[in-house]
């Protein structure tokens, strides 16, 4: 699986097939298929084209190239395709990314408006890995195993060095999600001045009217997670803070949005553009 996660991101721009991938691999294409997607969660496939818009964002963010150029470099053919898949993994478009990730506009992406079918509330804990000073941390109900626009709930908290710290989405939808976290932590050693966090849950079922319990441990990036593709703020940790007592019971009530923020500061800084797992080495 590492041979072949490094075979994505070297040759990415290039019409890589299923075939292709797994004879990096050196495996069956439906053997390897399989594998593929115990480890990861995806397809080859899917984990391939998140991989082409992030290093679409990346281009968009540090370099001037023109998009009809970014959309060929990342392996496009048509500017239009591009555009489209972009505009419904990121949550904007291309252009729109560009000029608000540069001015600092970008905030907490707003949920996915659904019908009025019942809603409950997913409410549990976020935790730190060893090592990590206060992180601030966006918190999301999906409904893919991908960090990709649209999310149906979302917050975003402050947690503690050394201690979890509460989370709440209210007014989520009736149905199974996958919860998702995404964070940015102090370094505690000098040259690791912030560190990239990642975790999530498995898939949890919500009722109306109900509370689903799943608490979230993050973890630095490993090579076989996908890309964070929807459009984020920048996650700046607090520099001090106290941790919760402790959790209280949530009752789920009507609200006008599904996104509760938790202890956040005011203030939408520059988009967290470039969250990405860890790639191998090259």
Same mark, same amino acid.
Not at 213 to 219: D, G, I, N, W
Not at 243 to 266: Q, S
């Given at each position: 699986?590492?041979?072949?996660?490094?075979?994505?991101?070297?040759?990415?721009?290039?019409?890589?097939?299923?075939?292709?991938?797994?004879?990096?691999?050196?495996?069956?294409? $439906?053997?390897?298929?399989?594998?593929?997607?115990?480890?990861?969660?995806?397809?080859?496939?899917? $984990?391939?084209?998140?991989?082409?818009?992030?290093?679409?964002?990346?281009? !968009?963010?540090?370099?001037?190239?023109?998009?009809?150029?970014?959309?060929?470099?990342?392996?496009?053919?048509?500017?239009?395709?591009?555009?489209?898949?972009?505009?419904?993994?990121?949550?904007?478009?291309?252009?729109?990314?560009?000029?608000?990730?540069?001015?600092?506009?970008?905030?907490?992406?707003?949920?996915?408006?659904?019908?009025?079918?019942?809603?409950?509330?997913?409410?549990?804990?976020?935790? !730190?890995?060893?090592?990590?000073?206060?992180?601030?941390?966006?918190?999301?109900?999906?409904?893919?195993?991908?960090?990709?626009?649209?999310?149906?709930?979302?917050?975003?908290?402050?947690?503690?060095?050394?201690?979890?710290?509460?989370?709440?989405?209210?007014?989520?939808?009736?149905?199974?999600?996958?919860?998702?976290?995404?964070?940015?932590?102090?370094?505690?050693?000098?040259?690791?001045?912030?560190?990239?966090?990642?975790?999530?849950?498995?898939?949890?079922?919500?009722?109306?009217?109900?509370?689903?319990?799943?608490?979230?441990?993050?973890?630095?990036?490993?090579?076989?997670?996908?890309?964070?593709? !929807?459009?984020?703020?920048?996650?700046?940790?607090?520099?001090?803070?106290?941790?919760?007592?402790?959790?209280?019971?949530?009752?789920?009530?009507?609200?006008?949005?599904?996104?509760?923020?938790?202890?956040?500061?005011?203030?939408?800084?520059?988009?967290?553009?470039?969250?990405?797992?860890?790639?191998?080495?090259?």
């Amino acid at each position: 699986m590492e041979r072949a996660i490094e075979c994505i991101w070297e040759r990415y721009s290039e019409p890589l097939s299923l075939a292709d991938i797994a004879r990096s691999a050196g495996l069956s294409r $439906f053997y390897f298929a399989r594998l593929f997607r115990d480890a990861t969660g995806i397809t080859p496939g899917r $984990f391939l084209a998140a991989i082409r818009i992030h290093q679409a964002k990346c281009l !968009l963010l540090d370099t001037s190239m023109r998009i009809t150029d970014i959309s060929f470099a990342v392996g496009y053919n048509s500017l239009g395709s591009f555009t489209n898949y972009f505009t419904t993994s990121v949550g904007v478009s291309p252009g729109r990314f560009r000029r608000l990730s540069r001015t600092g506009e970008i905030g907490l992406p707003d949920p996915e408006p659904r019908p009025p079918t019942g809603a409950g509330a997913i409410a549990g804990t976020v935790g !730190l890995p060893e090592g990590c000073g206060n992180a601030r941390v966006y918190v999301g109900a999906f409904g893919t195993p991908i960090v990709q626009h649209p999310s149906v709930a979302a917050a975003i908290v402050d947690v503690p060095s050394g201690r979890p710290c509460c989370y709440r989405l209210l007014d989520v939808p009736a149905g199974t999600w996958f919860v998702h976290a995404v964070g940015v932590a102090e370094g505690v050693e000098p040259w690791a001045r912030r560190t990239r966090l990642t975790g999530g849950h498995d898939p949890v079922p919500v009722t109306s009217d109900s509370v689903t319990s799943a608490a979230v441990r993050l973890r630095r990036g490993r090579p076989a997670d996908p890309p964070v593709l !929807l459009a984020l703020p920048d996650l700046e940790p607090r520099p001090a803070l106290a941790g919760d007592a402790g959790c209280p019971v949530i009752t789920p009530r009507p609200a006008a949005g599904r996104h509760r923020a938790v202890r956040a500061t005011p203030g939408t800084p520059r988009s967290m553009a470039a969250a990405a797992p860890a790639r191998p080495p090259a």
